[in-house]
Nanobody, 123 residues
């Protein structure tokens, strides 16, 4: 098992930037494929970005391509999501998630989740 704790959320104006962090503890971080998901009020939790164990492969939802960057530092047991050119529609609770086998983009394929970090983008 791995424990995940997100940080770095907050309130930002449209066009601004935020960087989310996800600190992992427990099993060796580099054994996990990691993802970011988000859930807006009254909506389902959706895929945002995913990264392979050593960062060689990444993938993004179409809605964030070119604006968000997922990265990881295995030496620091930390996952990141750099969010630039933020829009009001990016407002959501952002969750990091971990799984032990291969990259995945579906919520149901992850069995380790953080508690979430609120990101609010004002217009």
């Amino acid at each position: 098992q791995v424990q995940l704790v997100e940080s770095g959320g907050g309130l930002v104006q449209a066009g601004g930037s935020l960087r989310l962090s996800c600190a992992a503890s427990g099993r060796t971080f580099s054994t996990y494929y990691m993802g970011w998901f988000r859930q807006a009020p009254g909506k389902e939790r959706n895929f945002v970005a995913v990264i392979s164990r050593f960062g060689r492969y990444t993938d993004y939802a179409d809605s964030v391509k070119g604006r968000f960057t997922i990265s990881r530092d295995n030496a620091k047991n930390t996952l990141y999501l750099q969010m630039n050119s933020l829009k009001p529609e990016d407002t959501a609770v952002y969750y990091c998630a971990a799984r032990g086998t291969k990259v995945a983009t579906e919520v149901g394929e992850y069995d380790n989740w953080g508690q979430g970090a609120q990101v609010t983008v004002s217009s």
